[in-house]
């Protein structure tokens, strides 16, 4: 038998129908693939979304799930993408954006060419319509071959800030008590999301929507608003701020509302300066502090010697006095003059009797004069300066309309009574800490004013007015002066008793050399009736208690022993 012949490998290709392919041209066909750049992970940030539900897509790539495309507020947008060349050649990414609004059209942002790696743009915010629809991607060239287009990531605008509004009802507000106040919000663009409410008038930052759930500062709106309680810790003038934020993340302008939370505890006083509903007196001690008759002399100064004004360095050395207020407050604050300074000052009270933990301000002096029948007349030939160097006594009267407290209990801005060149002048409260500018003569265009030392007891000769008490630093006599008429008619009011400090009634005598310092700052023994009080330069009080009625104003006939 005869054996086949072995055929050559060409032979059995070609019986078989193949093509034989050298492992040379085989590598040469590998290289001639295209090596097309890739584009992905494309992301829009600031990542538009919902700031109400706190859900965020760096691209939406389906703009009719759910409630559409998120959004973007007054951040310029910048997109991204990661690009990537298989031969590691040099790309060029293109961002290409569209207006997806009928009819919209398209626009190409080519970036640098770079390496591998990430590719962005920024479009400014300018170029986007507030309230439009907008989709962008991206695609990338070496110059010869060019990746295929990213898939749209959707997104929509919202340029306008939302509004902000704090409202409560007209009820008088009381420290410690809890109380109501509307928060409301508007917004014509991507909705209101949220908004944070705080008793702090310092904006804040970085706070979100989600915060509600460990911050009860922030508050969801239901139809635009929502109702907050307010607990006032302090009294005084305070308010309630408000920030509102929309879905796109806009934040409005900081709202405010300001109140009056009044002290519950006890009825505005005039002459109280702690806020327990009692008339206080104030008298310098020993190293020259002004302290509360019966306070702690341990305790820290109601007035340290240190901040007294004219440099010093003692109260003892300065006229003071306090009833009511010139900044609407429901204590008094505390007026103060260095006898020959040319300065008032006024010292705030800080809410419990303390007058110099923060600077004071100076009180203009009134640059227009009043005769008693509210004309017009000459300063400078009724005796009035135009600085307080002249003034030799000064008292805070209360008001000179009556006494009443307002129906939210706060009691009426306080006038000035001042002794200057002999004459007596009225002035009454203008803007906070300070006057009207205008000073009204109550006496004669004569000096006789000049010897006597003022005293502001409030109502104590039967009507709503205040009354003025006067002692003869000759004799010691106290005399008694109060306006006339009706507190509902303050053009007709009668100020003519002041006229001359001799005429009024006598209450008793209290000799000037025995009792240097006197003052009155109302009912201190609690019988409705004011009372008188002196102090020698260690700050020991003597008190001599009014006599005569109380009711339906006090009237005062006279003062019994020293108590």
Same mark, same amino acid.
């Given at each position: 038998?005869?054996l086949a012949?072995?055929?050559?490998?060409?032979?059995v290709?070609?019986a078989?129908?193949?093509?034989?392919?050298s492992?040379?041209t085989?590598?040469?066909?590998?290289?001639a693939?295209p090596?097309?750049p890739g584009?992905?992970?494309?992301?829009?940030?600031?990542a538009p979304?919902f700031?109400?539900?706190d859900?965020?897509?760096?691209?939406d790539?389906d703009p009719?799930a759910?409630?559409g495309?998120?959004?973007?507020?007054l951040?310029d947008?910048?997109?991204?993408?990661?690009t990537?060349?298989?031969?590691?050649?040099?790309?060029?990414?293109?961002?290409?954006?569209?207006?997806t609004s009928?009819?919209?059209?398209r626009t190409?942002?080519p970036?640098?060419?770079?390496?591998?790696?990430?590719?962005r743009?920024?479009?400014?915010?300018?170029?986007?319509?507030?309230?439009?629809q907008?989709a962008w991607?991206a695609r990338?060239?070496?110059g010869t071959l060019?990746?295929?287009?990213t898939?749209w990531?959707?997104f929509?605008v919202?340029?306008?800030q939302?509004?902000?509004?704090?409202?409560t009802?007209?009820?008088?507000?009381e420290?410690g008590?809890?109380?109501?106040?509307?928060l409301?919000?508007?917004?014509?663009?991507?909705?209101?999301?949220?908004?944070r409410w705080?008793t702090?008038?310092?904006?804040?930052?970085g706070w979100?929507?989600s915060?509600?759930?460990t911050?009860?500062?922030?508050v969801?709106?239901?139809d635009?608003?929502?109702?907050?309680?307010?607990?006032?810790?302090g009294?005084?003038?305070?308010?309630?701020?408000?920030?509102?934020?929309?879905?796109?993340?806009n934040?409005?302008?900081?709202a405010d509302?300001?109140y009056y939370?009044?002290?519950?505890?006890?009825?505005a006083t005039?002459?109280?300066?702690d806020a327990?509903?009692?008339?206080?007196?104030?008298?310098?001690?020993?190293?020259?502090d002004?302290?509360k008759?019966g306070?702690?002399p341990?305790?820290?100064a109601?007035?340290?010697?240190?901040a007294?004004?004219?440099?010093?360095?003692?109260?003892?050395k300065?006229q003071?006095?306090?009833?009511g207020?010139?900044?609407?407050?429901?204590?008094d604050?505390?007026l103060?003059?260095?006898?020959?300074d040319?300065?008032?000052y006024?010292?705030?009270?800080n809410?419990d009797?303390r007058f110099?933990t923060q600077?004071?301000n100076?009180?203009?002096?009134?640059?227009?004069?009043l005769?008693?029948?509210?004309?017009?007349i000459?300063c400078?030939?009724h005796?009035?300066?135009?600085?307080?160097?002249?003034?030799?006594?000064?008292?805070?009267?209360?008001?000179?309309?009556?006494?009443?407290?307002?129906a939210?209990?706060?009691?009426?801005?306080?006038?000035?009574?001042?002794?200057?060149n002999?004459?007596?002048w009225?002035?009454?409260?203008?803007?906070?800490?300070?006057l009207?500018g205008?000073?009204?003569l109550?006496s004669?265009?004569?000096?006789?004013? !000049?010897?006597?030392?003022l005293l &502001?007891? =409030?109502?104590?000769q *039967?009507?709503?007015f $205040?009354? #003025?008490?006067?002692?003869?630093?000759?004799?010691?006599?106290?005399?008694?002066?109060?306006?006339a008429?009706?507190?509902?008619?303050p053009?007709?009011?009668?100020?003519s008793?002041?006229?001359?400090?001799?005429?009024?009634p006598v209450?008793?005598?209290?000799?000037?050399a !025995?009792?240097?310092r006197?003052? &009155?700052? =109302?009912?201190l023994? *609690?019988?409705g009736? $004011?009372? #008188?009080w002196?102090a020698?330069?260690?700050?020991?009080?003597w008190l001599?208690?009014?006599t005569g009625t109380?009711?339906p104003?006090?009237?005062v006939?006279?003062?019994?022993s020293?108590?």
């Open positions: 038998m005869r012949r072995s055929l050559p490998m060409a032979a290709s070609l078989l129908g193949l093509t034989a392919v492992p040379a085989a590598a040469t066909a590998a290289v693939q090596q097309i584009v992905t992970a494309p992301q829009t940030s600031p979304g700031a109400g539900e859900r965020y897509t760096g691209c790539t009719y759910g409630a495309a998120g959004w973007i507020g951040d947008p910048t997109f991204q993408v990661t990537g060349s298989p031969s590691g050649t040099s790309l060029q990414t293109t961002f290409q954006l569209w207006d009928y009819g919209g059209k190409d942002y970036a640098s060419w770079s390496v591998s790696g990430k590719a743009t920024t479009v400014p915010r300018q170029l986007l319509k507030d309230g439009g907008y991607r990338a060239t070496d060019t990746s295929p287009y898939a990531c959707h929509r919202d340029h306008t939302p509004t902000a509004e704090v409202t009802d007209a009820s008088p507000k420290q008590k809890e109380a109501s106040f509307t409301k919000a508007t917004d014509t663009g991507s909705g209101i999301a949220c908004a705080s702090s008038g310092t904006p804040s930052v979100r929507c915060d509600a759930a911050d009860s500062h922030v969801r709106l239901t635009g608003t929502a109702t907050v309680k307010v607990t006032p810790a009294w005084g003038t305070q308010a309630v701020y408000l920030q509102t934020m929309d879905n796109a993340g934040v409005s302008q900081l509302l300001s939370a009044r002290i519950p505890t006890a009825p005039f002459g109280d300066i327990d509903g009692r008339p206080d007196v104030l008298v310098p001690d020993s190293a020259g002004l302290r008759m306070s702690d341990q305790g820290p109601h007035a340290d010697r240190a007294a004004p004219g440099g010093t360095d003692s109260w003892a300065i003071y006095t306090h009833r207020s010139l900044s609407y407050q429901q204590v604050d505390l103060a003059h260095t006898p020959g040319a300065r008032l006024a010292f705030q009270n809410g009797g110099t600077s004071p100076r009180v203009a002096k009134p640059t227009t004069c005769n008693s029948a509210r004309e017009t000459a400078g030939a005796g009035l300066g135009s600085d307080w160097s002249k003034v030799t006594q000064i008292t805070a009267y209360g008001s000179p309309v009556g006494d009443s407290p307002s939210d209990g706060i009691l009426p801005s306080t006038s000035v009574l001042f002794v200057e002999g004459r007596l009225l002035t009454r409260a203008g803007s906070s800490n300070n009207d205008q000073a009204v109550l004669a265009n004569d000096e006789r004013w !000049a010897g006597y030392d &502001s007891p =409030g109502r104590a *039967g009507t709503d $205040p009354t #003025l008490w006067a002692r003869s630093q000759a004799d010691g006599t106290i005399r008694a002066f109060t306006i008429g009706r507190p509902d008619a053009k007709a009011l009668d100020s008793a002041f006229a001359d400090p001799a005429a009024g209450l008793g005598t209290l000799a000037p !025995a009792h240097p006197i003052g &009155s700052d =109302g009912d023994t *609690g019988d009736i $004011p009372d #008188l002196s020698d330069a260690s700050g020991e009080v001599f208690p009014g109380a009711a104003h006090p009237t006939t006279g003062f019994a020293i108590v």
